[in-house]
């Protein structure tokens, strides 16, 4: 299904219980993200923490994509169930959005639960 070319996609990704995290192409685009390069995920200890993702070099797994699969990576971190957890049953994907574009420690960036 082609895309809305009149929709405003925002960058974000999304993490699965089984540690695959997805990267939306607007992500990928704002962050001068590309195949093979080092990403790792970084999970807060609880619910409702900041999570953190790591684009420094020689960090994390390499990313990989082909121009028909959406950019992906497994996180090397350990995922808490608590941080599934939305109160009342444990979620198997959580969508994430990037806090903001300028990182406080170069190529480590901000990310929060949409």
């Not at 082609?2 to 929709?7: C, I, Q, S, V």
């Not at 695959?20 to 790792?40: F, M, P, Q, Y």
């Not at 028909?68 to 941080?83: E, N």
Request: hydrophobic share 30%; glycine share 6%; charged share 25%.
């Amino acid at each position: 299904m082609p895309r809305n070319p009149n929709a405003v996609y925002l960058p974000t990704l999304s993490v699965s219980d089984t540690r695959r995290v997805l990267l939306s192409k607007e992500l990928c685009t704002r962050l001068g993200i590309k195949a093979g390069h080092r990403i790792d995920l970084i999970p807060p200890p609880r619910r409702g923490g900041i999570w953190h993702l790591d684009i420094r070099p020689r960090v994390g797994k390499p990313l990989t994509h082909t121009p028909s699969t959406r950019p992906t990576f497994f996180c090397a971190h350990h995922i808490s169930r608590d941080v599934l957890h939305d109160g009342t049953q444990v979620r198997k994907r959580i969508k994430l959005i990037l806090v903001d574009e300028t990182p406080d420690t170069p190529g480590l960036y901000r990310l929060q639960e949409r």
